[in-house]
């Protein structure tokens, strides 16, 4: 069946604590830190952004899976921060990861689901069988407008899934998607920084579309809550995911292991993804996890996924997302200016 | 100005985005950039790719702290000379560590950084930079 056959991540060095932000803007850092349950995030370094994140995710996840990376047919990397406007991020990961030229590439962007539309995409392909093994990035530089909410939860790290029949570490039992025309967040051509709706991003945004997409895919798959070890849902701040957790009746231990919100915030593209890596890496053969991602927009990608004993033979060869998540530097608000480009005068 | 600098960089994408130079089977050198020809042997050479794995050591480094346009986003930063376990040397920047921890001898890995662009309308340039080594727990939990 079809599965993945190895995933890597990658997660920049750098952390700003939610304080260093409130105190630049005068608001108060340890009320906002527990009222989003978001404390640090990471930052990318001045010569990083979504092309080498995705490289350097994907390079873990060849390692990982060991494959030959001439066996990829389709790259799709899910951001919306891709260097380029026009000129697919996808083209730059094949010829760093010397695969073949006889392969399928494009740029997703739905949000903070790209990368999971993705791993769908590439699970069509594989099962129809036109390519053999096809990979799926979620990857982000987020930034938020200096002084907005969102400018605590915009973080930078990604993740590369690849897809594939053969020696899968984890079979993707199940997967579908819900999809409405919800503005809750939008940024148009040209613009920098992102607009959102406010409140309006909660209860009638993610809260609806995880919670249906939830409940749509356990219904069309016959099963509940308790079929299932581990859940994954979106992590825009630390506090949707619990209050997800609680409206769906999932007990608090099957979430924990997926909350890597707290330090690193919301990696966008990459942050279901980066929760389903987490649980990947301590999982055990047998176990099933519930994932569901959040585009805003908006929609929700949901899969059912089950660990194999092939897990076993992988573990070890790259670092895992708590590696990554060991390996950091403060820096304070200047530098974050700095190396974020906030100051223009900087080329 | 937007096409300036394609034809340079895109002659040279896949040996700087991987480290690809070569290795000459019959004197066993490598090479990087790639020749073409081997300096050692000559027509007697016979040249192969090679696909450098990206790990060696620091050799030498130097800290910038006056950095040419483009570049002043990053200082202080670390340029050193490399030295590859095939025997290679190359010069690059070393990133993910600050100026006071660096040190001749300490080991090293490739990554895949930006290297440069051509102004806001231009073409961006990636490539290879080194990065101390990352610790591997690979399965924190029994
Ligand atoms: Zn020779």
């Known amino acids: 069946m079809v599965g993945i056959v190895g995933y890597g991540v990658y997660i920049p060095r750098y952390r700003i604590k939610t304080e260093e932000i409130a105190r630049v803007w005068g608001d108060d850092g340890k009320r906002l830190a527990k009222g989003l349950g978001v404390f640090e995030k990471s930052v990318p370094g001045p010569d990083e952004e979504v092309a080498t994140i995705s490289v350097e995710a994907a390079r873990n996840a060849v390692k990982y899976a060991g494959i030959d990376p001439k066996d990829i047919g389709a790259i799709y990397v899910g951001s919306e921060s891709h260097p380029y406007a026009v000129k697919p991020t996808g083209t730059i990961v094949a010829e760093a990861l010397s695969c073949t030229t006889d392969l399928t590439c494009a740029d997703y962007e739905f949000a903070c689901k790209a990368g999971t539309a993705a791993i769908q995409t590439t699970m069509g392909l594989v099962q129809s069988n036109m390519i053999k093994i096809g990979l799926a990035i979620g990857a982000d530089t987020a930034q938020g407008r200096p002084g907005d909410a969102l400018e605590y939860s915009a973080a930078a790290g990604g993740v590369a899934i690849l897809v594939g029949m053969d020696n899968v570490v984890a079979t993707i039992e199940a997967t579908s998607s819900f999809t409405t025309d919800t503005p809750d967040f939008w940024r148009r051509e040209g613009e920098d920084f992102p607009s959102h709706g406010a409140r309006f991003t909660g209860e009638p945004a993610y809260f609806r579309h995880v919670g249906e997409g939830a409940r749509l895919l356990m219904r069309k798959t016959g099963t509940t809550i308790d079929d299932f070890d581990y859940f994954v849902f979106h992590m825009p701040n630390g506090k949707f995911p619990l209050a997800m957790g609680r409206q769906l009746g999932v007990p608090k231990e099957k979430l924990e292991d997926s909350l890597v919100v707290r330090q690193i915030v919301n990696t966008y593209s990459g942050s279901a993804m980066m929760g389903l890596a987490r649980v990947l890496d301590i999982a055990k053969p047998g176990d099933k996890i519930f994932m569901v991602s959040y585009g805003s927009g908006a929609g929700s990608d949901a899969f059912i996924i089950r660990v194999e004993k092939e897990i076993l033979n992988h573990r070890g060869k790259v670092p895992t997302v708590d590696d990554f998540i060991a390996r950091k530097t403060y820096i304070d608000y200047s530098e974050y200016a700095k190396y974020r480009r906030k100051i223009k005068a900087l080329a | ?142």
Not at chain 2, 40 to 61: A, I, M, P
Not at chain 2, 84 to 107: F, H
Not at chain 2, 125 to 141: A, D, I, R
């Open chain 2, 1 to 142: 100005m937007g096409e300036q600098g394609v034809a340079h960089v895109w002659r040279k994408l896949r040996a700087i985005y991987n480290i690809e130079g070569n290795h000459c089977k019959t004197c066993d050198s490598y090479f990087f950039p790639p020749r073409l020809v081997c300096p050692n042997c000559r027509r007697k050479g016979q040249l192969e790719e090679h696909h450098f794995k990206g790990l060696g050591k620091v050799h030498t480094f130097a800290i910038v702290r006056q950095a040419p346009e483009g570049f002043k986003r990053q200082v202080p930063y670390i340029v050193a000379q490399v030295e590859l376990d095939e025997g290679v040397r190359l010069t690059a920047q070393i990133v993910n560590c600050d100026p006071e921890d660096v040190e001749i001898g300490m080991r090293v890995r490739a990554c895949f950084r930006k290297i440069t662009e051509y102004g806001e309308r231009g073409i961006i340039v990636y490539g290879y930079k080194f990065e101390p080594v990352l610790k591997v727990t690979g399965h924190p939990y029994p």
